[in-house]
């Protein structure tokens, strides 16, 4: 019977109960609740179930086939997260299935959050409890599809499945495979999070390249904005300015040296700032 968690079986009906059906193959016998059955069944009628362990051990069986089992991996949305535990996800049956920290990363605020969705696989621990895995670099390879040329300067949607100081990785609804540099991003997503990119480099190896920054004429705005809320919570002063160390500037604003410098550019052309003794504050006509 121990074999059966996580797998979907094709069963005989040997019994109908108050509450359900008694389920039998070879590999043992399971029970059906009523509403975890997708139709009314009679004895000996076959059916196809999920095998899940509740959490007493007690195994189970649903009507409900996930996408996710031992053998696939599928798509399945957060359902909630416990610190220090991992995140629960829902498979369809009435048990969620735990995402182990382990297979989380390492920071919290990049945990998934409830409706975020994970492409897991399922297995199980010693003691023969079902847990969710997500998908490896090798997995999303094997599955994804190549990105056709056409598609440099659009913007496409897709889960992350992969996020780390260096960049996000996502799958889109298309199977194509795209990465997210940090340069190219003002935060990390969540993993499991919906993003909408901008595609800047359709690569050789059929992968793309996003940006989930703006375009440049729009992004200034927004920097400049960041850069003036940035000053007011400092007192109207900053030892920032376009001679800056760029290390600096991306640590403190998270933008590039060359959009802090549009930036600056814009607010001094607008006579709201001014630059001096390597110092930016605001100007006087602005702060009466």
């Given at each position: 019977m121990k074999n059966m968690v996580g797998t979907i079986q094709h069963m005989t009906v040997s019994g109908v109960t108050g509450t359900g059906y008694m389920l039998e193959n070879n590999f043992g016998?399971?029970?059906?609740?009523?509403?975890?059955?997708?139709?009314?069944?009679?004895?000996?009628?076959?059916?196809?179930?999920?095998?899940?362990?509740?959490?007493s051990g007690k195994l189970r069986a649903s009507g409900k086939l996930p996408e996710a089992?031992?053998?696939?991996?599928?798509?399945?949305?957060?359902?909630?997260?416990?610190k220090?535990?991992?995140?629960?996800?829902?498979?369809?049956?009435?048990?969620?299935?735990?995402?182990?920290?382990?297979d989380?990363?390492?920071?919290?605020?990049?945990?998934?959050k409830s409706g975020d969705k994970l492409f897991v696989k399922l297995e199980t621990d010693r003691k023969n409890r079902l847990l969710a895995i997500p998908a490896s670099e090798n997995v999303i390879d094997d599955i994804r599809e190549w990105a056709p040329d056409?598609?440099?300067?659009q913007t496409v949607k897709g889960r992350v499945y992969r996020t780390s100081k260096e960049g996000t990785a996502i799958i889109t609804d298309e199977d194509y495979r795209g990465f997210i540099h940090h340069q190219e991003r003002k935060e990390e997503p969540r993993l499991g999070e919906l993003v909408e990119g901008r595609v800047i480099d359709v690569k050789e190896?059929?992968?793309l390249n996003l940006s989930l920054r703006p375009l440049k004429q729009y992004s200034m705005g927004d920097d400049a904005e960041?850069?003036?809320?940035?000053?007011?919570?400092k007192g109207g002063r900053m030892p920032f300015t376009d001679k800056s160390d760029p290390e600096d500037i991306r640590t403190t604003f998270q933008i590039s040296k060359a959009a802090f410098k549009r930036a600056l550019g814009k607010?001094?052309?607008?006579k709201k700032i001014i630059q001096e003794d390597g110092w930016t504050s605001i100007a006087d006509n602005d702060e009466k």
């Open positions: 016998r399971v029970h059906l609740d009523r509403e975890e059955s997708l139709a009314e069944l009679e004895a000996g009628d076959s059916t196809e179930v999920f095998i899940y362990p509740e959490k089992s031992l053998e696939t991996y599928g798509w399945s949305e957060v359902a909630g997260t416990v220090g535990l991992g995140a629960f996800v829902d498979i369809g049956t009435t048990t969620e299935i735990l995402v182990s920290a382990d989380l990363p390492l920071f919290e605020q990049v945990w998934p056409q598609l440099y300067g190896d059929g992968t960041q850069i003036l809320e940035y000053l007011q919570g607010l001094m052309k607008e």
